[in-house]
């Protein structure tokens, strides 16, 4: 065996000194790169199973009256000026640095306790699979198969009030290949001011509520703001509620500013009062798109987001959004506006642009707005249009979602929405649990599909974060294709022959739904978490009742059917020693210390140091093309 140079054995005693180190001692693998806190994982409660979607109403003839006449006030800017500045530095003054803190919980209470939430018997098939992201794919494509078999050893019946461990997977890790994208801790999204008008009742319901869901968007995911300002508007709301809500805000990591809205102004009007609050906002002059939404607005993808709406200059006058879905809808209103639900982002020059317009002036003798508008988002447009020459810039990837019924076709797509809405009243959806898998594998792997073998000709698909899909005669059909699950109500009306090209504009032609067929059968995500060491866990359930699932001679399963994941991030790298000494992490200890300076004293550029790391890690040392060091399995 051939003697290793001096200056290589001190490179790998510093090394073997410095994992030795951050693995036995918590104190200093902190002081390096702050491990995750420790503290509860935050709960996430499903809404009571929803009644039937109501028949959508046909769209109305003529537009209703404002709920209450406004009051034409030309000082009401100046006012909001104050008013903001005012309510931001009180506020700020207030608020203190929140930790959420990050613990395991015991996977058999964990699961028994999700179970519990949402009405699902202890009695189940279960079945657990360990999955492993590498982040090495050069896109993001709509269906990823592989060839790898989801569940080779099947399933087991499982009591989970008489046992305090689940059933181990003692399988290797399934490995799938994702686009580097960046998880929530990743993103600055400081140029973004973000304005929500609603009221605290509806603010503070534990249903429409929604700080779970802004949680998810507007932080690092560990109790620190991601940068992004929030500017609440509260409607009849009294100081102690006002200041209620700003601290349950703060005390999660959200940088908000909550304030009481103009009581003259009606619904549009308070939406449309939105652009001066957020242009009188202390951070204006910092962020570069402010943007109004509805407080069922979700953003799974705000790195994403972000890259799009730079495509248009910041500094110029722009009015960016999307259109509903639906063509009829489309064809009634006849106006081509930024519909709310989905975002609508305004340049600053825009901004300042609105205020000097006359958007809230009232017809006196009507007691109608001069610009025409029974909605905010249409009165909105309308200011703009009737006073300036800007039109909409077309944002396709943001989402209206105007379909009710099982919207198991939108998530189950593939695609990578840039906004969800309607998630808890047209539609039900859970989005800040389906967001959790960002957790692990970056922005991106939202809602992707991968695909897997199962026995015989069946075939499984993971919609990541919303669903598991199981195929059992096997998939005959272009993927491509959405599925038509969806309800659109007043389906008479394209009786005759005629297909209802409702939402074809869209998303293309349709695919045939498969429910009541026999040929699908789905898990839904109903709960999950981020454990401290990084994995995410994610449990999909299908409910013996849904019968969905049961074909036409088929029977009812006697238990509920329970999937478990286990989500690891796998991270490849190759650092020189003229950058950096080592880069470690183990599941709790990480560290992180710049040793150039060894580097020049040892003269060693043509060292390396590669890892792959997850539930395992894999250390390679290499110098040039001699591998010297090679260690595989830790845990």
């Not at 979602?401 to 539609?427: C, N």
């Not at 490849?572 to 990480?590: N, Q, R």
């Amino acid at each position: 065996m051939p003697r290793i140079p001096l200056h290589r054995f001190i490179a790998i005693a510093v090394v073997a000194f410095f994992l030795i180190l951050s693995y036995y001692h918590e104190d200093v693998s902190q002081t390096f790169v702050p491990a995750f806190k420790d503290t509860p994982v935050e709960d996430h409660v499903s809404p009571p199973s929803p009644p039937s979607p109501p028949s959508p109403p046909s769209p109305p003839s003529s537009p209703p009256s404002p709920e209450r006449k406004p009051e034409n006030k030309p000082e009401n800017a100046p006012a909001t000026t104050k008013q903001v500045a005012q309510a931001h530095e009180t506020q700020q003054a207030e608020t203190s640095k929140v930790e959420l803190h990050i613990s395991d919980v015991d996977d058999a209470a964990f699961l028994h306790d999700v179970l519990k939430k949402n009405n699902v018997e202890p009695d189940i098939n279960y079945v657990m699979r360990t999955i492993r992201y590498i982040t090495d794919a050069k896109e993001r494509p709509m269906l990823t198969n592989t060839s790898q078999e989801l569940f080779p050893l099947g399933w087991k019946k499982v009591k989970l009030d008489g046992i305090n461990k689940l059933p181990v997977d003692t399988l290797d890790p399934l490995e799938i290949h994702v686009m580097k994208s960046p998880r929530p801790d990743e993103i600055d999204a400081s140029e973004l001011l973000f304005g929500v008008s609603t009221t605290y009742k509806r603010f503070n319901d534990k249903v429409e509520g929604p700080v779970k869901e802004w949680v998810r968007w507007l932080t690092d995911g560990n109790g620190t703001s991601n940068g992004a300002g929030l500017v609440l508007q509260l409607h009849e709301t009294t100081d102690e509620q006002l200041a209620a809500a700003h601290k349950l805000l703060t005390d999660v990591g959200i940088d908000a500013t909550v304030i009481h809205s103009d009581p003259s102004l009606d619904m549009p009007g308070r939406y449309v009062d939105l652009v001066p609050i957020l242009y009188s906002h202390p951070s204006r002059a910092s962020r570069k798109y402010l943007a109004l939404i509805d407080d069922d607005t979700f953003f799974p993808s705000l790195g994403a987001l972000m890259k799009e709406l730079h495509s248009y200059d910041p500094d110029k006058e722009n009015y960016i959004g999307t259109l509903t879905e639906r063509v009829d809808f489309i064809m009634h209103d006849r106006v081509p506006m930024a519909y709310g639900g989905a975002g609508v982002f305004i340049t600053n020059p825009l901004a300042r642009t609105l205020i000097g317009l006359p958007c809230l002036d009232v017809n006196p003798l009507t007691g109608e707005y001069t610009e025409s508008g029974f909605q905010g988002d249409r009165l909105l447009y309308h200011c703009i249009k009737n006073h300036t020459s800007i039109t909409l810039n077309y944002l396709p990837r943001l989402n209206q979602l105007d379909q009710w019924g099982d919207p198991a076709g939108f998530y189950e797509a593939g695609h990578q929405p840039l906004s969800l809405h309607h998630y808890k009243s047209w539609h039900h959806a859970r989005p800040e649990i389906s967001h959790l898998v960002s957790d692990a594998c970056g922005e991106s792997c939202v809602f992707q599909r991968f695909g897997f073998d199962g026995k015989g000709a069946s075939k499984w698909v993971l919609n990541n974060g919303y669903s598991l899909a199981e195929y059992p005669t096997g998939i005959h059909w272009d993927m491509s294709k959405m599925e038509s699950t969806f309800d659109l109500g007043d389906a008479n009306s394209w009786a005759s022959g005629k297909e209802d090209v409702r939402l074809a504009f869209a998303y293309g032609a349709l695919r045939e739904g498969l429910s009541h067929t026999g040929k699908k059968r789905a898990w839904e995500a109903l709960g999950g978490r981020k454990r401290a060491d990084g994995v995410v866990d994610m449990i999909y359930v299908k409910r013996r009742g849904d019968h969905r699932w049961i074909g036409e001679h088929e029977k009812e399963e006697d238990r509920e059917n329970v999937v478990g994941t286990g989500l690891h991030r796998a991270w490849w790298g190759l650092w020189s020693w003229s950058s950096c000494c080592m880069w470690y992490m183990l599941p709790v200890h990480s560290m992180s210390v710049d040793c150039s300076w060894l580097a020049g004293v040892l003269g060693l550029d043509d060292f390396g140091m590669r890892m792959k790391m997850g539930g395992e890690v894999r250390i390679e040392i290499e110098m040039g093309d001699e591998m010297i060091w090679d260690k595989w399995g830790w845990n």
